[in-house]
């Protein structure tokens, strides 16, 4: 009991000591606590981050679609990306240097 006289009078009030109770339930205990809801927080930037790279993979790929839509280019791409030739030619693959 001489500890409890000691402490001040604020610090012994009946309201302080329910809102410091309040206050480390509702940050350490409660289902939405600090910790929780920063995690939820870089989870939700993580998203929004690949949904903007997913989204410029789509439009990218729209583009590239919309050049395949005549012949030259489709030729060309595949040429290029698939190495298909045709039957009355050869195909040399030259590697390029890499820079270290």
């Known amino acids: 009991m001489k500890l409890l006289t000691q402490l001040p009078a604020w ?9 410091a109770a309040f206050a480390v339930w509702m940050l ?4 939405r606590d600090v910790f929780t809801m920063q995690h939820h927080r870089q989870e939700l930037r993580e998203l929004q981050q690949s949904q903007k790279y997913y989204t410029d993979q789509i439009n990218k790929e729209k583009t590239e679609l919309e050049n ?4 030259a280019t489709l ?8 190495y298909m030739k045709r039957d009355n030619e050869d ?7 890499q820079d270290n």
């Open 11 to 19: 610090l012994r009030n009946k309201f302080f000591i329910a809102f």
């Open 28 to 31: 350490f205990f409660d289902e």
């Open 68 to 71: 395949l839509k005549t012949a």
């Open 75 to 82: 030729e060309k791409y595949a040429r290029e990306k698939y």
């Open 91 to 97: 195909l040399f693959l030259i590697p390029e240097k």
